[in-house]
């Protein structure tokens, strides 16, 4: 039992030894430390003042300034260890860090293509937030850009969340880098309509409207001999501040539309199918053959 005590004693008395023995360096260590959070927080705040300069976007900036902060600390940890002369200890560390960090980029490997494609889509900036945009078939307007997500809200009222990087691998229409926009309205006529009358109407009842814009032309063409009609395209310009306004545009293009053609007896034709049935002669005669 005596032997066990003296045991712990030795055992204590050598830490506390060992513990004065290399206080310099343990005061050392803690100094390096403190004076790389120091370092680290200068740092990050020098970043961030300059990105908010450059206006870039806050979660850029957020990625950065954090990266670099432990990226500056980790610097402080591995020269406080060599202070205290664990230089095997660091090996160690820096391979066990390698070895956690190829495992954490397989396991995150979607999460991380994502962030590095917010990166990409923050530094080239091809929308803003409120932004009218198309991307793969999604349309709405720009609520929020996250490194791993765009926000988009669309108008039936949803918000659809899109990951980064499929933003990135898709083509993206921004509708509203140059502010304007064209409508396309599509209708035919009867066969028998007056198609220089109809150019002439038509283009007469787009002038008309308060919301296409005059500096730009108005093209209209005769597109294609349907099965029932003669069909014609219309095209022209509005400033676009939401998509409402691009609906409401079309809206009421049509709605002059139609009646300007009512008003000048232009028909607007629908599919007819005639059914021709065999006279009564001609059906005995098919029934008597069979």
């Known amino acids: 039992m005596k032997s066990t005590f003296e045991s712990l004693g030795e055992q204590f008395y050598n830490l506390y030894k060992g513990f004065i023995e290399g206080l310099p ?23 961030k003042n300059v ?11 957020q990625l950065v300034t954090s990266v670099a902060y432990v990226f ?23 391979a ?16 991380l293509a994502n962030v590095f494609a917010g990166i990409i889509i923050a530094f080239r900036k091809p929308f803003d937030i409120g932004d ?3 991307i793969n078939g999604v349309f709405g307007q720009v609520e929020f850009i996250r490194l791993r997500s765009i926000y988009i809200h669309n108008y039936k009222g949803q918000t659809l969340i899109i990951p980064s990087r499929n933003v990135l691998q898709n083509n993206i229409i921004n509708f509203t880098n140059k502010g304007i926009r064209r409508v396309d309205v ?44 003669i069909n014609l395209s219309v095209r022209f310009w509005i400033d676009l501040k939401d998509c409402p306004d ?20 232009i028909n607007i034709p629908f599919p007819i ?18």
């Open 132 to 134: 009218m945009i198309e």
């Open 25 to 47: 360096e343990i005061s050392i260590a803690i100094l390096v430390m403190i004076l790389f959070i120091f370092i680290a927080k200068m740092v990050k705040r020098t970043i």
């Open 72 to 94: 500056i600390i980790i610097i402080g940890m591995i020269v406080a260890l060599e202070v205290l002369n664990l230089s095997n200890t660091v090996n160690k560390l820096l």
């Open 96 to 111: 066990g860090a390698g070895i956690v960090g190829l495992g954490v980029s397989f396991a995150f490997q979607d999460i």
């Open 246 to 265: 691009f609906m409401f545009a079309q809206s009421e293009a049509i709605i002059s539309l139609k009646k300007s053609f009512d008003e000048n007896n």
């Open 51 to 61: 990105l908010e300069r450059v206006k870039q976007e806050s979660a850029i900036t």
């Open 186 to 229: 599509n209708v035919g006529v009867a066969f028998d309509s007056d198609l220089e009358l109809v150019k002439k109407i038509t283009l007469q009842t787009m002038q008309a409207l308060p919301f296409v814009m005059h500096d730009r032309l108005i093209d209209f063409y005769f597109v294609a001999f349907a099965d029932s009609s």
């Open 273 to 290: 199918r005639t059914l021709n049935f065999p006279e009564k002669e001609e059906l005995n005669r098919f029934n008597k053959t069979t």
